[in-house]
């Protein structure tokens, strides 16, 4: 279960702004007057990202959720005797692949209204998205 804790100082937002405190006075660090951003708004729209990000939940909360919306197929599915229904024996698994595709259903939802909000956070604030990806690109070119 220690892994499904989050790690709070490893997520978007502290990772650019780590980077810029530790490599913003090299040479070759992208500068912000470059990109016509100021440090409170670049904290503010990380702040945001991280937020949209975070709206998910933690794994444990994502894991829980999908987890009750695959075994209420299988609850309902069960109120009912076993020779009314269609599938008859077979019943179990009809409403457990049922659950489970709900469950999928759910998280790809999620996943589209996540990456909806977080393109039209990027649209509407594009200089600070494209500072945040410049420093994020700095880093990967620095450990290559």
């Not at 829980?64 to 077979?90: C, D, Q, R």
């Not at 790809?108 to 690109?137: C, H, I, N, P, W």
């Amino acid at each position: 279960m220690k892994d499904l804790e989050p790690n709070i100082l490893n997520d978007y937002e502290h990772r650019i702004a780590r980077i810029i405190e530790h490599y913003g006075d090299e040479e070759t660090f992208p500068r912000m007057k470059q990109y016509g951003v100021a440090r409170e708004e670049l904290d503010r729209f990380l702040s945001a990202y991280q937020d949209i990000l975070d709206s998910e939940g933690t794994q444990r909360q994502q894991l829980t959720v999908y987890g009750i919306i695959a075994v209420l197929p299988v609850l309902v599915l069960s109120a009912f005797p076993e020779e009314s229904l269609p599938w008859g024996n077979k019943s179990l698994f009809v409403g457990i692949g049922i659950g489970l595709l709900l469950a999928l259903m759910a998280k790809g939802v999620r996943m589209l209204v996540t990456r909806y909000r977080l393109s039209q956070l990027r649209r509407e604030q594009k200089a600070y998205a494209q500072y945040a990806d410049a420093v994020d690109q700095y880093l990967m070119d620095k450990t290559m």
